[in-house]
Protein backbone atom coordinates (compact mmCIF):
# COMPACT_ATOMS: atom_id res chain seq x y z
CA UNK A 1 0.00 0.00 0.00
CA UNK A 2 1.22 3.29 -0.43
CA UNK A 3 1.62 6.40 1.41
CA UNK A 4 -1.14 8.01 -0.04
CA UNK A 5 -3.40 5.16 0.22
CA UNK A 6 -2.77 4.51 4.02
CA UNK A 7 -5.14 6.57 5.95
CA UNK A 8 -2.99 6.67 9.24
CA UNK A 9 0.23 7.83 7.07
CA UNK A 10 -0.61 11.05 7.83
CA UNK A 11 0.21 10.38 11.65
CA UNK A 12 3.82 9.27 11.13
CA UNK A 13 4.89 12.61 9.21
CA UNK A 14 6.95 14.27 11.53
CA UNK A 15 6.85 18.35 12.84
CA UNK A 16 9.62 20.27 11.16
CA UNK A 17 10.85 21.35 14.48
CA UNK A 18 11.89 17.88 15.32
CA UNK A 19 13.61 17.50 11.88
CA UNK A 20 15.43 20.79 11.77
CA UNK A 21 16.32 19.71 15.58
CA UNK A 22 17.29 16.41 14.64
CA UNK A 23 18.90 17.53 11.46
CA UNK A 24 21.09 20.19 13.20
CA UNK A 25 22.41 17.84 16.13
CA UNK A 26 23.38 15.75 13.28
CA UNK A 27 25.40 18.88 11.49
CA UNK A 28 27.46 19.75 14.90
CA UNK A 29 28.02 15.55 16.00
CA UNK A 30 29.39 14.83 12.62
CA UNK A 31 33.19 15.39 13.17
CA UNK A 32 32.88 13.27 16.51
CA UNK A 33 30.85 10.45 15.34
CA UNK A 34 31.80 9.37 11.88
CA UNK A 35 35.08 8.63 9.87
CA UNK A 36 35.54 11.20 6.84
CA UNK A 37 37.20 11.62 3.43
CA UNK A 38 40.83 13.15 3.18
CA UNK A 39 39.83 16.94 1.02
CA UNK A 40 42.79 17.59 -1.66
CA UNK A 41 43.28 21.07 -3.92
CA UNK A 42 44.90 20.92 -7.19
CA UNK A 43 45.19 17.28 -8.46
CA UNK A 44 45.05 16.56 -11.96
CA UNK A 45 41.56 15.92 -11.58
CA UNK A 46 40.64 18.79 -10.18
CA UNK A 47 42.07 20.55 -12.88
CA UNK A 48 40.53 17.93 -15.34
CA UNK A 49 37.08 18.90 -13.68
CA UNK A 50 37.37 22.90 -13.86
CA UNK A 51 38.49 22.39 -17.33
CA UNK A 52 34.94 20.96 -17.76
CA UNK A 53 32.74 23.64 -15.39
CA UNK A 54 33.11 26.89 -17.38
CA UNK A 55 30.01 28.31 -19.21
CA UNK A 56 30.36 30.22 -22.24
CA UNK A 57 27.36 32.48 -21.59
CA UNK A 58 26.16 34.19 -18.43
CA UNK A 59 23.20 36.53 -17.14
CA UNK A 60 22.85 38.15 -14.59
CA UNK A 61 21.79 41.15 -12.83
CA UNK A 62 24.67 43.05 -10.55
CA UNK A 63 24.88 42.91 -6.76
CA UNK A 64 22.53 45.72 -5.55
CA UNK A 65 24.75 46.04 -2.36
CA UNK A 66 27.56 47.75 -5.33
CA UNK A 67 24.84 50.85 -5.77
CA UNK A 68 25.72 51.10 -9.61
CA UNK A 69 25.29 54.82 -10.04
CA UNK A 70 28.71 56.32 -11.46
CA UNK A 71 28.83 59.43 -13.22
CA UNK A 72 29.77 59.58 -17.26
CA UNK A 73 31.99 62.20 -18.77
CA UNK A 74 31.73 62.30 -22.55
CA UNK A 75 34.91 64.81 -23.69
CA UNK A 76 35.05 66.38 -20.72
CA UNK A 77 31.38 67.13 -20.65
CA UNK A 78 29.29 65.92 -17.87
CA UNK A 79 26.91 63.34 -19.03
CA UNK A 80 24.43 62.60 -16.15
CA UNK A 81 24.86 58.96 -14.67
CA UNK A 82 24.44 55.33 -15.19
CA UNK A 83 20.53 55.85 -13.70
CA UNK A 84 19.27 58.88 -15.44
CA UNK A 85 22.17 59.32 -18.35
CA UNK A 86 22.28 62.78 -20.61
CA UNK A 87 21.06 61.20 -24.04
CA UNK A 88 21.44 64.39 -25.72
CA UNK A 89 25.18 64.37 -24.44
CA UNK A 90 25.55 60.94 -26.09
CA UNK A 91 23.91 61.93 -29.25
CA UNK A 92 25.93 65.04 -29.95
CA UNK A 93 29.27 63.02 -30.59
CA UNK A 94 30.15 60.00 -32.41
CA UNK A 95 32.02 58.07 -29.71
CA UNK A 96 34.88 56.28 -29.33
CA UNK A 97 36.10 54.38 -25.96
CA UNK A 98 38.61 57.10 -25.16
CA UNK A 99 36.22 59.40 -25.14
CA UNK A 100 34.30 58.27 -22.21
CA UNK A 101 35.08 58.74 -18.61
CA UNK A 102 33.08 57.23 -15.39
CA UNK A 103 33.33 58.32 -11.85
CA UNK A 104 33.19 56.17 -8.35
CA UNK A 105 32.24 53.46 -8.24
CA UNK A 106 32.96 52.42 -11.25
CA UNK A 107 35.90 50.21 -10.78
CA UNK A 108 34.18 48.69 -8.32
CA UNK A 109 31.50 47.55 -10.30
CA UNK A 110 34.02 46.34 -13.06
CA UNK A 111 36.17 44.36 -10.22
CA UNK A 112 32.57 42.39 -9.11
CA UNK A 113 31.78 41.61 -12.81
CA UNK A 114 35.62 39.99 -13.12
CA UNK A 115 34.39 38.32 -9.88
CA UNK A 116 31.53 36.97 -11.13
CA UNK A 117 32.90 35.84 -14.29
CA UNK A 118 35.76 33.81 -12.65
CA UNK A 119 32.70 31.74 -10.45
CA UNK A 120 30.98 30.91 -13.51
CA UNK A 121 33.03 31.12 -17.48
CA UNK A 122 36.97 31.85 -16.26
CA UNK A 123 37.73 29.69 -13.04
CA UNK A 124 41.11 31.08 -11.56
CA UNK A 125 41.78 33.48 -14.25
CA UNK A 126 43.32 37.04 -14.35
CA UNK A 127 40.76 39.25 -16.44
CA UNK A 128 41.34 42.75 -18.21
CA UNK A 129 38.02 44.51 -19.06
CA UNK A 130 38.35 46.71 -21.55
CA UNK A 131 35.73 49.08 -23.08
CA UNK A 132 35.42 48.36 -26.91
CA UNK A 133 32.32 50.70 -27.49
CA UNK A 134 29.07 52.85 -26.19
CA UNK A 135 26.23 51.38 -28.96
CA UNK A 136 23.56 53.78 -29.37
CA UNK A 137 20.07 52.30 -30.66
CA UNK A 138 17.64 54.26 -31.78
CA UNK A 139 14.36 53.35 -33.97
CA UNK A 140 15.08 52.47 -37.53
CA UNK A 141 19.10 52.72 -36.73
CA UNK A 142 21.73 51.03 -35.03
CA UNK A 143 20.26 47.52 -34.49
CA UNK A 144 23.00 44.56 -35.64
CA UNK A 145 20.03 42.49 -37.54
CA UNK A 146 22.38 39.63 -38.94
CA UNK A 147 24.56 37.50 -36.75
CA UNK A 148 28.05 38.63 -35.97
CA UNK A 149 31.15 37.77 -33.63
CA UNK A 150 33.10 39.61 -32.50
CA UNK A 151 37.63 39.16 -32.11
CA UNK A 152 39.31 42.51 -31.25
CA UNK A 153 42.77 41.13 -30.37
CA UNK A 154 44.53 37.75 -29.63
CA UNK A 155 43.89 37.87 -25.71
CA UNK A 156 40.01 38.84 -26.24
CA UNK A 157 38.04 36.10 -24.82
CA UNK A 158 34.77 37.06 -23.76
CA UNK A 159 32.25 39.79 -24.52
CA UNK A 160 30.32 41.57 -21.66
CA UNK A 161 27.37 44.26 -22.46
CA UNK A 162 25.59 46.17 -20.05
CA UNK A 163 22.61 48.72 -20.94
CA UNK A 164 22.36 52.57 -19.61
CA UNK A 165 19.21 52.92 -17.72
CA UNK A 166 17.06 54.62 -20.80
CA UNK A 167 13.51 54.15 -21.65
CA UNK A 168 13.26 52.28 -24.94
CA UNK A 169 11.01 49.06 -26.47
CA UNK A 170 12.75 46.61 -28.18
CA UNK A 171 16.59 45.80 -28.58
CA UNK A 172 16.38 42.08 -27.30
CA UNK A 173 19.95 40.61 -27.56
CA UNK A 174 19.96 37.64 -28.53
CA UNK A 175 22.72 34.90 -28.41
CA UNK A 176 23.58 31.76 -30.31
CA UNK A 177 25.55 28.90 -29.59
CA UNK A 178 25.19 25.64 -31.23
CA UNK A 179 22.56 26.45 -33.07
CA UNK A 180 20.48 26.87 -29.69
CA UNK A 181 19.43 30.85 -29.24
CA UNK A 182 18.75 32.99 -25.82
CA UNK A 183 17.08 36.14 -25.71
CA UNK A 184 17.99 38.67 -22.90
CA UNK A 185 16.55 41.48 -21.65
CA UNK A 186 18.82 44.13 -21.46
CA UNK A 187 16.22 46.63 -19.55
CA UNK A 188 17.70 47.09 -15.39
CA UNK A 189 15.66 45.32 -13.45
CA UNK A 190 15.12 45.06 -9.56
CA UNK A 191 16.77 42.43 -7.81
CA UNK A 192 15.45 40.49 -5.13
CA UNK A 193 15.48 41.82 -1.63
CA UNK A 194 16.85 45.53 -3.18
CA UNK A 195 14.42 48.78 -3.94
CA UNK A 196 16.84 49.86 -6.49
CA UNK A 197 17.55 49.29 -10.23
CA UNK A 198 20.44 47.78 -11.27
CA UNK A 199 22.06 46.44 -14.26
CA UNK A 200 21.67 43.40 -16.18
CA UNK A 201 25.03 41.96 -17.35
CA UNK A 202 25.48 39.53 -20.18
CA UNK A 203 28.77 37.81 -21.16
CA UNK A 204 29.40 35.15 -23.90
CA UNK A 205 32.35 34.13 -25.56
CA UNK A 206 33.62 35.30 -28.48
CA UNK A 207 33.13 32.48 -30.73
CA UNK A 208 29.29 32.89 -29.95
CA UNK A 209 27.24 34.58 -32.97
CA UNK A 210 24.95 37.37 -31.55
CA UNK A 211 22.90 40.15 -32.31
CA UNK A 212 20.63 43.08 -31.61
CA UNK A 213 16.67 43.39 -32.23
CA UNK A 214 15.09 46.78 -33.54
CA UNK A 215 14.76 48.68 -30.94
CA UNK A 216 11.01 50.25 -31.76
CA UNK A 217 10.82 53.21 -29.55
CA UNK A 218 13.09 55.30 -27.23
CA UNK A 219 16.87 54.66 -27.35
CA UNK A 220 18.69 52.48 -26.20
CA UNK A 221 22.80 53.08 -24.52
CA UNK A 222 24.74 49.84 -24.37
CA UNK A 223 28.52 49.75 -22.72
CA UNK A 224 30.48 46.35 -24.55
CA UNK A 225 33.45 45.48 -22.97
CA UNK A 226 36.52 42.72 -24.20
CA UNK A 227 37.42 40.54 -21.33
CA UNK A 228 40.72 39.56 -21.54
CA UNK A 229 43.05 36.97 -19.78
CA UNK A 230 45.96 38.27 -18.15
CA UNK A 231 47.31 35.68 -16.46
CA UNK A 232 46.01 33.14 -13.36
CA UNK A 233 45.77 33.20 -9.54
CA UNK A 234 47.39 30.44 -7.80
CA UNK A 235 45.09 26.97 -7.46
CA UNK A 236 43.44 26.40 -3.88
CA UNK A 237 45.55 25.70 -1.03
CA UNK A 238 45.66 24.32 2.35
CA UNK A 239 48.08 26.77 2.47
CA UNK A 240 46.01 29.88 1.55
CA UNK A 241 44.85 32.64 4.63
CA UNK A 242 41.35 33.05 3.15
CA UNK A 243 39.37 29.61 3.05
CA UNK A 244 38.77 28.34 -0.07
CA UNK A 245 35.62 27.14 0.81
CA UNK A 246 34.61 30.59 1.38
CA UNK A 247 35.09 31.28 -2.33
CA UNK A 248 33.26 28.11 -3.42
CA UNK A 249 29.91 29.16 -1.29
CA UNK A 250 30.09 32.37 -2.64
CA UNK A 251 30.02 30.93 -6.05
CA UNK A 252 27.16 28.56 -5.07
CA UNK A 253 24.86 31.47 -3.99
CA UNK A 254 25.97 33.61 -7.61
CA UNK A 255 24.88 30.52 -9.60
CA UNK A 256 21.49 30.75 -7.88
CA UNK A 257 20.57 33.80 -9.68
CA UNK A 258 22.33 33.27 -12.59
CA UNK A 259 21.23 32.08 -16.28
CA UNK A 260 24.19 30.16 -17.88
CA UNK A 261 24.48 27.66 -20.95
CA UNK A 262 26.97 25.03 -20.06
CA UNK A 263 29.26 24.20 -22.57
CA UNK A 264 29.15 20.88 -24.42
CA UNK A 265 31.78 18.96 -23.42
CA UNK A 266 34.57 17.71 -25.82
CA UNK A 267 35.02 13.54 -25.87
CA UNK A 268 38.90 14.83 -24.74
CA UNK A 269 38.25 16.77 -21.57
CA UNK A 270 35.71 13.61 -20.40
CA UNK A 271 38.85 11.29 -21.42
CA UNK A 272 40.80 12.72 -19.08
CA UNK A 273 38.76 12.95 -16.24
CA UNK A 274 37.89 9.07 -16.39
CA UNK A 275 41.96 8.36 -17.56
CA UNK A 276 42.85 10.19 -13.75
CA UNK A 277 39.91 8.42 -12.04
CA UNK A 278 40.73 5.24 -12.97
CA UNK A 279 44.39 5.81 -12.25
CA UNK A 280 43.74 7.04 -8.79
CA UNK A 281 41.76 3.45 -8.34
CA UNK A 282 44.42 1.44 -9.79
CA UNK A 283 47.02 3.38 -7.42
CA UNK A 284 44.84 2.20 -4.19
CA UNK A 285 42.45 4.60 -3.98
CA UNK A 286 38.84 2.92 -3.25
CA UNK A 287 36.64 5.57 -4.26
CA UNK A 288 37.12 8.89 -5.66
CA UNK A 289 34.71 11.95 -4.46
CA UNK A 290 34.28 15.76 -6.02
CA UNK A 291 31.60 18.56 -5.05
CA UNK A 292 29.28 18.66 -8.20
CA UNK A 293 29.23 22.09 -10.04
CA UNK A 294 25.76 23.72 -9.15
CA UNK A 295 23.81 23.37 -5.41
CA UNK A 296 20.97 21.01 -4.92
CA UNK A 297 18.76 21.03 -1.90
CA UNK A 298 17.32 17.92 -2.02
CA UNK A 299 18.44 15.03 0.26
CA UNK A 300 18.19 12.77 -2.21
CA UNK A 301 19.30 14.24 -6.11
CA UNK A 302 18.53 11.92 -8.96
CA UNK A 303 20.13 11.73 -12.08
CA UNK A 304 16.68 13.61 -13.67
CA UNK A 305 17.48 16.58 -11.11
CA UNK A 306 21.48 16.89 -12.16
CA UNK A 307 21.97 20.14 -14.07
CA UNK A 308 24.19 21.10 -16.99
CA UNK A 309 27.80 19.29 -16.77
CA UNK A 310 26.76 17.86 -13.51
CA UNK A 311 24.40 15.68 -15.68
CA UNK A 312 26.88 15.32 -18.65
CA UNK A 313 29.52 13.74 -16.02
CA UNK A 314 27.35 11.79 -14.63
CA UNK A 315 26.31 9.95 -17.81
CA UNK A 316 30.13 9.59 -19.17
CA UNK A 317 31.18 8.45 -15.93
CA UNK A 318 28.32 5.64 -15.49
CA UNK A 319 29.49 3.62 -18.30
CA UNK A 320 33.31 2.92 -16.64
CA UNK A 321 32.56 3.10 -13.28
CA UNK A 322 30.25 2.30 -10.26
CA UNK A 323 28.68 5.73 -9.25
CA UNK A 324 26.43 7.26 -6.20
CA UNK A 325 25.55 10.82 -5.52
CA UNK A 326 24.61 12.55 -2.34
CA UNK A 327 24.65 15.25 0.09
CA UNK A 328 28.00 15.95 1.72
CA UNK A 329 29.17 17.79 4.36
CA UNK A 330 32.49 20.07 4.81
CA UNK A 331 33.87 20.69 7.55
CA UNK A 332 36.55 23.35 8.05
CA UNK A 333 38.67 24.10 11.20
CA UNK A 334 41.21 27.17 11.05
CA UNK A 335 43.53 27.44 14.13
CA UNK A 336 44.43 30.84 13.68
CA UNK A 337 47.73 32.54 11.60
CA UNK A 338 50.41 30.52 11.27
CA UNK A 339 48.68 27.34 12.38
CA UNK A 340 47.14 24.65 10.99
CA UNK A 341 43.78 24.78 8.67
CA UNK A 342 41.99 21.28 8.78
CA UNK A 343 39.35 20.35 6.45
CA UNK A 344 37.73 16.62 5.99
CA UNK A 345 34.61 15.73 4.01
CA UNK A 346 31.83 13.38 5.19
CA UNK A 347 28.84 11.76 3.44
CA UNK A 348 25.88 12.53 4.94
CA UNK A 349 21.85 11.81 5.31
CA UNK A 350 19.68 14.23 7.43
CA UNK A 351 18.44 11.02 8.91
CA UNK A 352 19.65 9.32 11.88
CA UNK A 353 22.12 6.84 10.97
CA UNK A 354 21.69 3.33 12.91
CA UNK A 355 24.81 2.23 14.86
CA UNK A 356 25.57 -1.00 12.48
CA UNK A 357 25.22 1.23 9.28
CA UNK A 358 28.26 2.21 7.21
CA UNK A 359 29.20 4.19 4.68
CA UNK A 360 30.06 0.94 2.11
CA UNK A 361 30.89 -2.59 3.74
CA UNK A 362 34.18 -2.38 1.72
CA UNK A 363 34.60 1.10 3.78
CA UNK A 364 34.81 -0.15 7.23
CA UNK A 365 39.21 0.63 7.23
CA UNK A 366 40.35 1.78 10.77
CA UNK A 367 40.77 5.33 10.97
CA UNK A 368 43.40 6.61 9.28
CA UNK A 369 46.87 7.91 11.53
CA UNK A 370 48.15 10.85 10.32
CA UNK A 371 51.36 9.37 10.10
CA UNK A 372 50.11 7.26 7.30
CA UNK A 373 51.61 7.67 3.47
CA UNK A 374 49.13 9.06 1.24
CA UNK A 375 48.24 6.25 -0.89
CA UNK A 376 47.71 8.94 -4.55
CA UNK A 377 50.35 10.64 -6.84
CA UNK A 378 52.56 12.91 -5.91
CA UNK A 379 50.77 15.63 -7.60
CA UNK A 380 48.43 14.81 -4.32
CA UNK A 381 51.32 15.63 -1.81
CA UNK A 382 50.70 17.40 1.21
CA UNK A 383 51.14 20.87 -0.18
CA UNK A 384 47.70 20.13 -1.64
CA UNK A 385 46.21 17.96 1.26
CA UNK A 386 44.29 19.24 4.22
CA UNK A 387 45.43 18.03 7.86
CA UNK A 388 42.73 16.36 9.51
CA UNK A 389 42.96 17.08 12.78
CA UNK A 390 39.54 17.73 12.60
CA UNK A 391 38.49 14.07 13.52
CA UNK A 392 39.72 10.56 11.70
CA UNK A 393 39.60 9.53 8.26
CA UNK A 394 38.84 6.53 6.20
CA UNK A 395 41.69 4.38 4.59
CA UNK A 396 41.71 4.73 0.76
CA UNK A 397 39.22 7.26 0.01
CA UNK A 398 40.05 11.00 -1.19
CA UNK A 399 37.74 14.18 -1.76
CA UNK A 400 39.19 16.32 -4.67
CA UNK A 401 38.12 20.27 -4.20
CA UNK A 402 37.93 21.97 -7.76
CA UNK A 403 37.75 25.65 -8.02
CA UNK A 404 34.25 25.28 -10.18
CA UNK A 405 32.67 23.47 -7.40
CA UNK A 406 29.48 25.06 -5.17
CA UNK A 407 28.69 24.77 -1.77
CA UNK A 408 27.01 26.18 0.60
CA UNK A 409 27.80 27.43 4.65
CA UNK A 410 25.31 26.47 6.94
CA UNK A 411 26.96 27.26 9.81
CA UNK A 412 30.35 29.16 11.97
CA UNK A 413 32.04 29.43 15.13
CA UNK A 414 34.95 32.04 15.27
CA UNK A 415 37.16 32.64 18.12
CA UNK A 416 39.03 35.38 19.07
CA UNK A 417 42.21 34.86 20.68
CA UNK A 418 42.92 38.74 21.95
CA UNK A 419 46.73 38.21 23.28
CA UNK A 420 47.84 37.60 19.34
CA UNK A 421 44.59 39.54 17.78
CA UNK A 422 44.29 36.41 15.41
CA UNK A 423 40.89 34.71 14.93
CA UNK A 424 40.00 31.19 14.03
CA UNK A 425 37.21 28.71 14.28
CA UNK A 426 35.01 26.22 12.64
CA UNK A 427 32.58 26.54 9.87
CA UNK A 428 30.38 24.05 7.94
CA UNK A 429 29.61 23.94 4.58
CA UNK A 430 27.14 21.49 2.50
CA UNK A 431 27.07 20.65 -1.03
CA UNK A 432 26.51 17.47 -3.32
CA UNK A 433 28.84 15.53 -4.58
CA UNK A 434 30.22 12.56 -6.91
CA UNK A 435 32.04 9.33 -5.18
CA UNK A 436 33.09 7.14 -8.10
CA UNK A 437 34.56 3.55 -7.27
CA UNK A 438 35.70 0.42 -9.97
CA UNK A 439 32.79 -1.50 -11.08
CA UNK A 440 32.15 -5.04 -9.50
Request: with cysteine; proline share 5%.
Amino acid sequence: MSQADDPQSSTTLEHDAFIYKRFNKRLTSIPEDEKGYRVRTDTKLTRAIDKLGDNPFASFVLDPWNRCNFAIIVKDEKAGEWMKPDVSVFQEHKLKANDLKFEDPYEQIIGEIEYQLRSVMFAGKKLNTKLYKLAICEKGEGAHLSWRRDSHSDAHRATVLFALNTEWEGGELVVKYRGIEVSVDLHPTTPRLSKDLEPVVVAFYKDMEYKFMPVIKGIQLVLQYDIEVVGEYPVFSPLDEKDPLDTLSERGEFLESTTTYPSKPDDISIQEIVDEIQRLHKRGTHTVGFPLCYLYRNQSVERESLKGNDSVLFDALKDHFDISVGPVLLYYIDRGEGRARGCIAYRYSAAPKPKEETLDPRDEDESEDESDPVEESSDDDDEHTYGTDTGDVIKRVSFHLPQLAAIDQISEQRHIEAWKWSQNGETRFFGTGMFVKQKD
